[in-house]
């Protein structure tokens, strides 16, 4: 299942807040929490996380510190602030009036699809009606 690039953006911010308040963790690691949550069903690349977390970072929401990993890399950690934790709560409140009403719309306004209708497949040869 391919998830639309819209909703990919929408989701951004309350996904990488959720994981940040889970506790402080760098890029690779918030791809990574983001496949294993949606179960493969949202693969996100650098190219679309790194842009969230400037941004995140920009109005304050979340923080950067950078350290040195036990290879002797440097990673850049980030963690929520108090302000992103107020963002997450009202992010929650919003998606969970968002999803409250599409459940009840689909209840009741989906209904199964019909089956496929396949055309009948031709008659073998000499099994035709006389006069068809």
């Known amino acids: 299942m391919e998830i639309s690039k819209d909703l990919i953006a929408a989701s951004s911010t309350p996904l990488v807040l959720a994981i940040l308040a889970e506790g402080d963790s760098y890029g690779y690691a918030i791809l990574k929490r ?75 306004s989906f209904s199964p699809p019909p089956p496929l209708l396949r055309p009948d497949p031709p008659a073998p040869a000499g099994l035709c009606p006389q006069g068809a």
Do not use: F, N
Request: charged share 30%; aromatic share 10%; hydrophobic share 35%.
């Open 34 to 108: 983001v496949r294993e949550l949606s179960g493969g069903a949202l693969e996100w690349t650098d190219g679309m996380l790194y842009p969230v977390l400037h941004r995140l970072e920009r109005l304050g929401l979340i923080e950067a510190r950078w350290e040195v990993a036990e290879s002797g890399r440097r990673r850049k950690y980030y963690r929520i602030t108090p302000r992103g934790t107020a963002q997450l709560h009202e992010e929650r409140r919003q998606w969970q009036a968002v999803d409250a009403t599409l459940r009840k719309l689909w209840s009741v």
